[in-house]
T-cell receptor, first 114, second 116 residues
Framework: AQKITQTQPGMFVQEKEAVTLDCTYD???????LFWYKQPSSGEMIFLIY??????QNATEGRYSLNFQKARKSANLVISASQLGDSAMYFC???????????FGSGTRLLVRP | GAVVSQHPSRVICKSGTSVKIECRSL??????MFWYRQFPKQSLMLMAT?????????EQGVEKDKFLINHASLTLSTLTVTSAHPEDSSFYIC????????????FGDGTRLSIL
């Protein structure tokens, strides 16, 4: 079974609007961490936001927020006020238990329209 | 600024050549580094976990003798693709992290390897 599922291969959003990128995960370990990374066409991986399984509040970092719904095992990324520079691939990833390994989803390609 | 430096950014070489890729952590001591491979339009696939002062831990299906990993210091890990062939052409990217649970992995800029 897939550990991390991103069901949206591609998304469009109008500049200045908000967009939600979906991510669901599967783990039986009560201790885990969820990460979102951005990968522009140049290839580098840029860390955006982190949510721990024991965190009571949803994580926020500037225009990025994470809609963490633990019972549904979802960790959707919300980007507010989209900018043209937000066009990129976005990967959701999970670290579980005592392992430092990251398990990545298949990614969502976001295109911001002017 | 970048906390992980990866070099070179691009390599084009002939089949049979061995290629070394370096990954350096700039701001912290990284006892653990990771090497990933990414095919076009696909996600990152973990190849191996590089441990300072000990042997790397390879993921299932990754050839140890093909992809040699050395992590001789707390700031440097190297991946050597030995006797590279066209099927080894890919995007290779490393990451390093402070060994604290909620810290993210910081990635290098990646290396595009093309074997002719």
């Amino acid at each position: 079974a897939q550990k991390i599922t991103q069901t949206q291969p591609g998304m469009f959003v109008q500049e200045k609007e908000a967009v939600t990128l979906d991510c669901t995960y599967d783990t039986s370990d009560p201790s885990y961490g969820l990460f979102w990374y951005k990968q522009p066409s140049s290839g580098e991986m840029i860390f955006l936001i982190y949510q721990g399984s024991y965190d009571q509040q949803n994580a926020t970092e500037g225009r990025y927020s994470l809609n963490f719904q633990k019972a549904r095992k979802s960790a959707n990324l919300v980007i507010s006020a989209s900018q043209l520079g937000d066009s990129a691939m976005y990967f959701c990833a999970m670290r579980e238990g005592s392992s430092y390994k990251l398990i990545f989803g298949s990614g969502t390609r976001l295109l911001v329209r002017p | 600024g970048a906390v992980v430096s990866q070099h070179p950014s691009r390599v084009i070489c002939k089949s049979g050549t061995s290629v070394k890729i370096e990954c350096r952590s700039l701001d912290f001591q990284a006892t653990t580094m990771f090497w990933y491979r990414q095919f076009p339009k696909q996600s990152l696939m973990l190849m191996a976990t590089s441990n300072e002062g000990s042997k790397a831990t390879y993921e299932q299906g990754v050839e140890k003798d093909k992809f040699l990993i050395n992590h001789a210091s707390l700031t440097l890990s190297t991946l050597t693709v030995t006797s590279a062939h066209p099927e080894d052409s890919s995007f290779y990217i490393c990451s390093a992290m402070d060994p604290v649970w909620n810290q993210p992995q910081h990635f290098g800029d990646g290396t595009r390897l093309s074997i002719l």
